[in-house]
């Protein structure tokens, strides 16, 4: 992941055949397979047809075999490095067409340019843009080892905060998303060959990375830069654009087989890839398989107890356990432990539940995708894509807690309750109903996109229009969960519970093992949640030039875009209440018209010197009305191998469909109460010590139709440094600021805070007699603000010799100066960077100060190697131990990756890998909800060996 855009320059001894068809078809097909980057102008390869012919290469080089290629042709070629090329027009020709032989400045490493690169319609290189891009291409996706987008983009220096993934088990919903800068998913746009996708099933907020298989990925571009006035909505931290593989020539198997080194989290992957191209069409076709297996926590030393007190932290296992802890009226508390009668209940009664989770969540994905194209000879081409995606996630959790104050429902055991020895009512009950066995949650998605449309030239110009068709459903499935209407009255007497009418008494206050199987048959519920999202979209863009002058070519784009997103979810909560051991997702219904108009423009002001780049979009939705963005950029190059870049621009976040619909959303978090210190007494919202034992807390979530789009202000300065007296070596540095407002939050974490310490929100924040939380009422709001500010490094070297092969090194840092937090207005600002506060509690995550990478890559004729390192710096947390404050840091974190493949010269490919190679386990976080760390940020699973398989016909 820490290499540049490139590829081994070494051509197959069996040569290369190719149809007859346009040139520019004939490069990409010498690019794939001699792994050589190609510049060329791709109208005018388009137009110049070549006969079917056999290339044949000497010594696997590639020089040779181009000049076959283009030999009688107008065309030439000129080495631009170790293992790139331009294609140009020769002399005579560039004359006669007034074109120029070779472009200025350095070129991007691309297989066939021509094409837009992230974050502009305009085409620009990439070491031109002016907004810093990152690009995996083809062989640094090969040589990583990684088998998802996700695990893919987890590293990356820019990636930080609340991503989802398999990795978060408690709370995860077999999704994975993407967290540019530390911002919430929904401030990164994912897109798929330039173009927007639908969002998960589930909550509606961000693309899910997990219906998109990397196998049929050809390259992953990463802007760092805010791009609402060149996509839309979205857009704020910056954009994932994920270019699909379209013009892929033979047959491809590829088997990927791995597993920790402690024997568990068995993972494989298969894909099959076929494509055939002709005089005037291409087709493409792959399929593919891919399943992880799951990794308990209790299999790792870290994460196998809730107990961290020997580790520095807390005792964070429950209060609800199997023997029951049973609150009497008098304000003692007793457990019914191992049958032998009640005895005090001590804090060394509690359950750890860590014996029955998975921590890393199996997961299986199967695909179908379908690309071609067909030349109608009138310069215009028809295209075609197609992607069908089933996902699947199965999680344990530990079996259902029940906390009979703090659940839904009139859950009190009745004095006359046949299993009530104490002959008064009892309150306060938390049990563990280990005889339900654990809780299952099955999660499975279906996704299905197709995109088809016209794209042509006129003159110096390209356009396309895109019809573009996407629907998700996603269904999850919790089982082993208590239905609260069944418990409260199997809690009651015989002239509430009436066995008659079908009603089972039930006993929470016996030892474990009291409930049977009609107790348990009685009260036992599944929640299960339907969801589905779909959009339609109409766009059209052209881009070319739009004059010339003394300075240069003026390059334009505009177009307009018209989409219609719905969503539809629904679940079977139990008359409008959470199961037990679950969450209420409750409802949403709702959809929206979009309308979008833009326009780009570059503008020389001084030849091959200085450019003005502006941007504007207007956007007008139908549920909120109308907003306008524009962006402004500044490149200077001061000297050939220098480019100073500057850019101003503003953005938005449309409120989702579920932040202005949703209803009914319920679910216990794990929340800190300050009234439960020692010192409640002295803050002005406590009525009293509440419970100290409590981490949950049920909190109904709704949506507000009224809320506004989140706004944005993006700056950000750079340069790019290509020294011409250190041939191969290139750096680039970033400084970025991000200003937010109107941020939509409910931050329940929030309302206990302003109550406890300031006597606020008491509608919302709903307590007993006693002081103790019974209900919070968080509704989203537009409340918050952000500033992030921080820096890119990236610095690039590499080197080819006859001798010792192709060397390539990278290094790759992201550091966060600031992440200020505003939690709602007139509340102080809260510098976030450097500190872990888990989502779990409202949190932002993780966001180090420095996260980077580094890697070295060689090749030499049929042998190629590779190391990587990944850094993420140190974090701090804060937590509350005995009634005093603490604050401790978080380690820094190294993992080391290394691959070692060969290629054959029978188009076979065998490597072998091993990621975290000195088995780091992850630094240990107190205030880590799941498994006592960051599963967004770092791997728990140990050293991980792999073999990797490819065949190439």
Same mark, same amino acid.
């Given at each position: 992941?820490?290499?540049?855009?490139?590829?081994?320059?070494?051509?197959?001894?069996?040569?290369?055949?190719?149809?007859?068809?346009?040139?520019?078809?004939?490069?990409?097909?010498?690019?794939?397979?001699?792994?050589?980057?190609?510049?060329?102008?791709?109208?005018?390869?388009?137009?110049?047809?070549?006969?079917?012919?056999?290339?044949?290469?000497?010594?696997?080089?590639?020089?040779?075999?181009?000049?076959?290629?283009?030999?009688?042709?107008?065309?030439?070629?000129?080495?631009?490095?170790?293992?790139?090329?331009?294609?140009?027009?020769?002399?005579?020709?560039?004359?006669?067409?007034?074109?120029?032989?070779?472009?200025?400045?350095?070129?991007?490493?691309?297989?066939?340019?021509?094409?837009?690169?992230?974050?502009?319609?305009?085409?620009?290189?990439?070491?031109?843009?002016?907004?810093?891009?990152?690009?995996?291409?083809?062989?640094?996706?090969?040589?990583?080892?990684?088998?998802?987008?996700?695990?893919?983009?987890?590293?990356?220096?820019?990636?930080?905060?609340?991503?989802?993934?398999?990795?978060?088990?408690?709370?995860?919903?077999?999704?994975?998303?993407?967290?540019?800068?530390?911002?919430?998913?929904?401030?990164?746009?994912?897109?798929?060959?330039?173009?927007?996708?639908?969002?998960?099933?589930?909550?509606?907020?961000?693309?899910?990375?997990?219906?998109?298989?990397?196998?049929?990925?050809?390259?992953?571009?990463?802007?760092?830069?805010?791009?609402?006035?060149?996509?839309?909505?979205?857009?704020?931290?910056?954009?994932?654009?994920?270019?699909?593989?379209? $013009?892929?020539?033979? %047959? &491809?198997? /590829?088997?990927?087989? @791995?597993? *920790?080194?402690? #024997?568990?989290? =068995?993972?494989?992957?298969?894909?099959?890839?076929?494509?055939?191209?002709?005089?005037?069409?291409?087709?493409?076709?792959?399929?593919?398989?891919?399943?992880?297996?799951?990794?308990?926590?209790?299999?790792?030393?870290?994460?196998?107890?809730?107990?961290?007190?020997?580790?520095?932290?807390?005792?964070?296992?429950?209060?609800?356990?199997?023997?029951?802890?049973?609150?009497?009226?008098?304000?003692?508390?007793?457990?019914?432990?191992?049958?032998?009668?009640?005895?005090?209940?001590?804090?060394?009664?509690?359950?750890?539940?860590?014996?029955?989770?998975?921590?890393?969540?199996?997961?299986?994905? $199967?695909?179908?995708? %379908? &690309?071609? /194209?067909?030349?109608? @000879?009138? *310069?215009?081409? #028809?295209?075609? =894509?197609?992607?069908?995606?089933?996902?699947?996630?199965?999680?344990?959790?530990?079996?259902?807690?029940?906390?009979?104050?703090?659940?839904?429902?009139?859950?009190?055991?009745?004095?006359?309750?046949?299993?009530?020895?104490?002959?008064?009512?009892?309150?306060?009950?938390?049990?563990?109903?280990?005889?339900?066995?654990?809780?299952?949650?099955?999660?499975?998605?279906?996704?299905?996109?197709?995109?088809?449309?016209?794209?042509?030239?006129?003159?110096?110009?390209?356009?396309?229009?895109?019809?573009?068709?996407?629907?998700?459903?996603?269904?999850?499935?919790?089982?082993?969960?208590?239905?609260?209407?069944?418990?409260?009255?199997?809690?009651?007497?015989?002239?509430?519970?009436?066995?008659?009418?079908?009603?089972?008494?039930?006993?929470?206050?016996?030892?474990?093992?009291?409930?049977?199987?009609?107790?348990?048959?009685?009260?036992?519920?599944?929640?299960?949640?339907?969801?589905?999202?779909?959009?339609?979209?109409?766009?059209?863009?052209?881009?070319?030039?739009?004059?010339?002058?003394?300075?240069?070519?003026?390059?334009?784009?505009?177009?307009?875009?018209?989409?219609?997103?719905?969503?539809?979810?629904?679940?079977?909560?139990?008359?409008?209440?959470?199961?037990?051991?679950?969450?209420?997702?409750?409802?949403?219904?709702?959809?929206?018209?979009?309308?979008?108009?833009?326009?780009?423009?570059?503008?020389?002001?001084?030849?091959?010197?200085?450019?003005?780049?502006?941007?504007?979009?207007?956007?007008?939705?139908?549920?909120?009305?109308?907003?306008?963005?524009?962006?402004?950029?500044?490149?200077?190059?001061?000297?050939?191998?220098?480019?100073?870049?500057?850019?101003?621009?503003?953005?938005?976040?449309?409120?989702?469909?579920?932040?202005?619909?949703?209803?009914?959303?319920?679910?216990?978090?794990?929340?800190?109460?300050?009234?439960?210190?020692?010192?409640?007494?002295?803050?002005?919202?406590?009525?009293?010590?509440?419970?100290?034992?409590?981490?949950?807390?049920?909190?109904?979530?709704?949506?507000?139709?009224?809320?506004?789009?989140?706004?944005?202000?993006?700056?950000?300065?750079?340069?790019?440094?290509?020294?011409?007296?250190?041939?191969?070596?290139?750096?680039?540095?970033?400084?970025?600021?991000?200003?937010?407002?109107?941020?939509?939050?409910?931050?329940?974490?929030?309302?206990?805070?302003?109550?406890?310490?300031?006597?606020?929100?008491?509608?919302?924040?709903?307590?007993?007699?006693?002081?103790?939380?019974?209900?919070?009422?968080?509704?989203?709001?537009?409340?918050?603000?952000?500033?992030?500010?921080?820096?890119?490094?990236?610095?690039?070297?590499?080197?080819?010799?006859?001798?010792?092969?192709?060397?390539?090194?990278?290094?790759?840092?992201?550091?966060?100066?600031?992440?200020?937090?505003?939690?709602?207005?007139?509340?102080?600002?809260?510098?976030?960077?450097?500190?872990?506060?888990?989502?779990?509690?409202?949190?932002?995550?993780?966001?180090?100060?420095?996260?980077?990478?580094?890697?070295?890559?060689?090749?030499?004729?049929?042998?190629?190697?590779?190391?990587?390192?990944?850094?993420?710096?140190?974090?701090?947390?804060?937590?509350?131990?005995?009634?005093?404050?603490?604050?401790?840091?978080?380690?820094?974190?190294?993992?080391?990756?290394?691959?070692?493949?060969?290629?054959?010269?029978?188009?076979?490919?065998?490597?072998?890998?091993?990621?975290?190679?000195?088995?780091?386990?992850?630094?240990?976080?107190?205030?880590?909800?799941?498994?006592?760390?960051?599963?967004?940020?770092?791997?728990?699973?140990?050293?991980?060996?792999?073999?990797?398989?490819?065949?190439?016909?």
């Amino acid at each position: 992941m820490a290499f540049s855009s490139g590829a081994n320059a070494s051509c197959p001894e069996e040569g290369i055949s190719l149809p007859a068809s346009s040139l520019s078809r004939a490069l990409i097909a010498v690019g794939r397979q001699c792994k050589i980057s190609v510049l060329v102008h791709a109208p005018a390869a388009d137009s110049y047809l070549i006969s079917g012919q056999t290339l044949s290469p000497q010594d696997g080089k590639f020089e040779p075999l181009l000049t076959q290629l283009l030999e009688n042709s107008p065309f030439t070629f000129e080495r631009i490095g170790p293992a790139a090329v331009a294609v140009v027009k020769r002399p005579q020709e560039a004359r006669q067409t007034g074109e120029v032989s070779r472009p200025a400045g350095r070129p991007e490493e691309v297989t066939v340019t021509g094409r837009s690169l992230t974050g502009s319609h305009l085409r620009h290189l990439q070491l031109d843009s002016y907004a810093p891009i990152d690009v995996l291409a083809q062989p640094e996706l090969e040589i990583t080892g990684a088998q998802t987008v996700a695990q893919l983009l987890k590293f990356l220096p820019a990636v930080s905060g609340n991503s989802t993934s398999t990795a978060v088990s408690n709370g995860g919903d077999g999704t994975a998303t993407v967290t540019l800068r530390g911002l919430p998913a929904s401030n990164t746009l994912v897109l798929i060959n330039g173009r927007r996708i639908v969002n998960n099933g589930f909550g509606g907020e961000a693309a899910d990375l997990n219906t998109i298989p990397l196998s049929s990925v050809d390259r992953i571009e990463i802007l760092k830069d805010g791009a609402s006035a060149v996509y839309g909505s979205d857009a704020i931290a910056g954009v994932v654009n994920i270019i699909l593989r379209q $013009d892929f020539e033979g %047959l &491809s198997l /590829n088997s990927y087989a @791995g597993r *920790a080194e402690q #024997g568990d989290q =068995e993972t494989e992957s298969h894909n099959l890839t076929w494509g055939r191209g002709g005089d005037r069409g291409h087709i493409m076709v792959s399929l593919a398989h891919y399943s992880q297996g799951a990794l308990m926590s209790r299999d790792r030393e870290l994460s196998a107890t809730a107990d961290n007190r020997a580790r520095g932290g807390t005792d964070l296992r429950s209060s609800a356990i199997p023997a029951g802890y049973i609150g009497l009226g008098d304000g003692t508390v007793v457990t019914n432990a191992d049958g032998g009668g009640y005895r005090n209940w001590t804090s060394e009664d509690r359950y750890d539940y860590s014996e029955f989770t998975t921590a890393v969540v199996p997961s299986s994905r $199967d695909s179908i995708y %379908l &690309s071609g /194209n067909y030349d109608f @000879g009138d *310069a215009s081409t #028809g295209f075609l =894509e197609a992607m069908g995606v089933r996902t699947t996630a199965k999680t344990q959790l530990a079996p259902t807690p029940v906390f009979t104050r703090f659940d839904n429902g009139d859950l009190t055991v009745s004095a006359d309750n046949i299993y009530n020895p104490f002959g008064a009512p009892v309150e306060d009950v938390r049990k563990r109903v280990l005889e339900l066995a654990p809780r299952r949650q099955f999660n499975e998605t279906e996704t299905w996109r197709f995109n088809s449309g016209l794209k042509g030239r006129w003159d110096d110009w390209q356009w396309a229009l895109t019809v573009g068709l996407h629907h998700t459903r996603a269904d999850e499935k919790l089982a082993n969960l208590i239905d609260p209407n069944r418990l409260a009255i199997g809690l009651k007497g015989p002239d509430v519970c009436i066995a008659e009418s079908g009603c089972v008494a039930v006993d929470l206050l016996g030892p474990s093992g009291s409930i049977d199987a009609p107790q348990l048959d009685f009260i036992r519920g599944e929640s299960r949640v339907k969801g589905s999202t779909r959009m339609a979209s109409l766009t059209y863009v052209a881009d070319g030039i739009l004059g010339s002058y003394s300075e240069g070519d003026i390059l334009a784009a505009a177009g307009v875009e018209f989409r219609r997103e719905r969503i539809n979810f629904t679940s079977n909560d139990a008359q409008g209440l959470s199961f037990i051991g679950g969450s209420a997702s409750g409802s949403a219904e709702g959809r929206r018209m979009i309308g979008e108009a833009f326009a780009e423009i570059s503008v020389p002001l001084a030849e091959d010197a200085v450019w003005l780049d502006g941007a504007v979009r207007y956007s007008d939705y139908s549920d909120f009305g109308t907003t306008a963005n524009p962006k402004l950029a500044l490149r200077w190059r001061p000297t050939p191998s220098l480019m100073l870049r500057a850019s101003y621009a503003t953005g938005f976040k449309a409120p989702t469909l579920v932040d202005m619909n949703q209803s009914g959303y319920q679910s216990q978090e794990f929340l800190f109460d300050p009234c439960s210190r020692s010192d409640a007494a002295a803050l002005p919202g406590c009525l009293g010590q509440s419970d100290p034992a409590r981490f949950q807390y049920l909190t109904e979530f709704g949506g507000n139709p009224e809320l506004e789009p989140e706004t944005s202000d993006n700056r950000s300065l750079g340069a790019v440094w290509t020294p011409t007296f250190a041939k191969g070596f290139s750096t680039t540095l970033d400084i970025y600021d991000i200003r937010q407002n109107d941020v939509i939050d409910t931050s329940p974490q929030y309302l206990i805070n302003r109550n406890a310490f300031e006597g606020l929100y008491t509608e919302r924040v709903l307590r007993d007699e006693r002081g103790d939380i019974t209900r919070i009422l968080a509704t989203r709001l537009n409340i918050g603000a952000r500033e992030v500010r921080g820096l890119d490094l990236s610095l690039r070297y590499e080197r080819d010799s006859e001798e010792r092969g192709r060397f390539r090194w990278a290094f790759n840092a992201s550091h966060m100066d600031r992440y200020l937090n505003q939690a709602a207005p007139g509340s102080p600002f809260e510098d976030l960077a450097g500190i872990f506060i888990d989502p779990a509690s409202g949190g932002a995550g993780s966001l180090p100060k420095w996260k980077a990478n580094t890697g070295v890559y060689w090749d030499k004729g049929q042998w190629e190697g590779a190391y990587t390192i990944h850094y993420v710096g140190p974090l701090s947390e804060t937590f509350t131990r005995n009634a005093t404050l603490v604050e401790r840091e978080i380690d820094s974190w190294f993992s080391h990756d290394m691959q070692l493949a060969y290629r054959s010269p029978l188009g076979i490919r065998l490597a072998v890998g091993v990621d975290n190679l000195m088995d780091q386990e992850p630094p240990f976080a107190a205030t880590a909800f799941n498994d006592n760390y960051d599963g967004r940020t770092y791997e728990l699973s140990g050293r991980y060996w792999y073999t990797t398989f490819a065949y190439n016909l």
